[in-house]
């Protein structure tokens, strides 16, 4: 069964930088967006950042300017570097790539944002 491995997570100060990486165990086909998300406890999950084949990136307000989303078809692999870090920022970060047949989670990394 392929999965989704993310990385790069970990104890970041306020104002630093942490690059997340996604990485699928094997081949996913048909892609058709790659996204990350983030959750809290006690929260819903929200989306941070997407990114649609053929199409432009788009992010949650809370991240813009801050936050880029990139990706390597050829590899499967996505990236989220975030920049500017805010204690809010701190949460469960989940990589996503969703086919017109299934949608591929990771188990999540965690991000915290402290002084």
């Known amino acids: 069964q392929v999965q989704l491995v993310e990385s790069g997570g970990g104890l970041v100060q306020p104002g630093g930088s942490l690059r997340l990486s996604c990485a699928a165990s094997?081949?996913?086909?048909?892609?058709?967006?790659m996204g990350w998300y983030r959750q809290v406890p006690g929260k819903q999950r929200e989306l941070v950042a997407v990114?649609?084949?053929?199409?432009?990136?788009d992010y949650a307000d809370s991240v813009k300017g801050r936050f880029t989303i990139s990706r390597e078809n050829a590899k499967n692999t996505m990236y989220l570097q975030m920049n500017s870090l805010k204690p809010e920022d701190t949460a469960v970060y989940y990589c996503n790539m969703g086919t017109p047949f299934y949608i591929y989670w990771g188990q999540g990394t965690q991000v915290t944002v402290s002084s």
């Open positions: 990114i649609i084949s053929g199409g432009n990136p």
């Open positions: 094997g081949s996913i086909f048909n892609i058709n967006a």
